[in-house]
Each structure stands twice: as C-alpha cells, then as structure tokens.
C-alpha cells in the first residue's frame, strides 16, 4: 500500500527566504506526482504536476523535483512571501490504479512579515 | 483552466437526515470523479471513484449504503449522506478527471451535523 510522507508538517519562516518542502513515498513505481497548495477551508489549487519520466518542473518561484528511485520529491519555494502560506500536499498517482491519488500529511507553512 | 464546482459550499443538518451534495465539472467532460473528506488539520482521504453510467468503486471501510453517489451525467456527480451523524462532519471534497488524466478539484462542501 502506497504511503505518502511530507516533512516538516508545519513550517514558519520570514518573507524572503527560500525553502525546501519534502515528499516521501514507498512505491517508486508511480504514474506522476503533483503538488497541491490548500488555502484554510478551501478546495486544492494545483501548482506542479511532474510525470515519472520527469525529473523537475518549474512555475514561477516554485520548483519541484522527482527522484522515483529513492521514493522522493521535493518542492523549492523561492522568495517566499506571507501569500504563500498555505498548506502544500503532495499526491501520487500509481500506473493502473484508476487515476487515484494518494495524498501526503500536508505542510503547514506560515511566511511571516 | 479547468473548472470544477460544489454546491453547496457549507451545509448544517440535524442528525438522522440526508444531505446531497454535487460535484460539477464547468468546462469539461469527465468520466471519471472523485469523491474526498478532510478532517480538520488531516489530509484528504479518498472515499470513492463515481464513473459516469456506471456503480462508484468504494474505498475500504467506506459504507457505500450510507455515502450514496450518483454519476449521472459527464458533468455531475452527487454525493448524498444519508442517516447523517455528528461523526459525519467533514469537509467534503470532490475532483474530476479530465481527457488529459489530470485532475481539478472542487472547493470544498463543509457538513455540520448537529
């Protein structure tokens, strides 16, 4: 069964820093990964979506990175500023499964002023 | 972009009642949606796949009886809770696959029942 981790789960950090968002998960035999941003009671906005045969994906500030093999990804968020907080999800789909994500923890971050 | 709507957007009902709530598809076709819940400060946990024409696939431990989904269209999928119980309270989440085996998601329908 597909398990997927996201470290730290809360994360506060001043405007401007760059950060690294982590995403594990334990069937490297996946279809794509995508990244999701939650905004508190609301829906998930998609930010990057990278197939297995990729290796990283680029939108503006963010970047994110996939390493099938050893089950990780991670998210680069540039120039952070207080818009970006959010919640960040990771979410895998498996080859064959129905198109059924399996979502992460989740990343509470907050940007402070 | 692709949208996806919910209505209604928060809904509070007395224990013992059933509440439906849709999943619509704006812009695009979808043979395929999903249905979500989200406790608060969890992350979403996959209840169903609704297939147009055809019986939702449930996930397990999922009562099918009690979460009544309907695909009826290539744009709408209805979740309905029936017998609703405090315990039942979530926010509910649906997405729906495009051509492109992307997903869009919904925003979300918060239940309350008290």
Known sequence: KQEVTQIPAALSVPEGENLVLNCSFTDSAIYNLQWFRQDPGKGLTSLLLIQSSQREQTSGRLNASLDKSSGRSTLYIAASQPGDSATYLCAVMLPGGGNKLTFGTGTQLKVEL | ?114
């Open chain 2, 1 to 114: 972009g692709a949208v996806v709507s919910q209505h209604p957007s928060w809904v509070i009902c007395k224990s013992g009642t059933s509440v439906k709530i849709e999943c619509r598809s704006l812009d695009f076709q979808a043979t395929t949606m999903f249905w979500y819940r989200q406790f608060p400060k969890q992350s979403l946990m996959l209840m169903a796949t609704s297939n147009e024409g055809s019986k939702a696939t449930y996930e397990q431990g999922v009562e099918k009886d009690k979460f009544l989904i309907n695909h009826a269209s290539l744009t709408l999928s209805t979740l309905t809770v029936t017998s609703a119980h405090p315990e039942d309270s979530s926010f509910y989440i649906c997405s729906a696959r495009s051509l492109h085996y992307e997903q869009y998601f919904g925003p979300g329908t918060r239940l309350t029942v008290t």
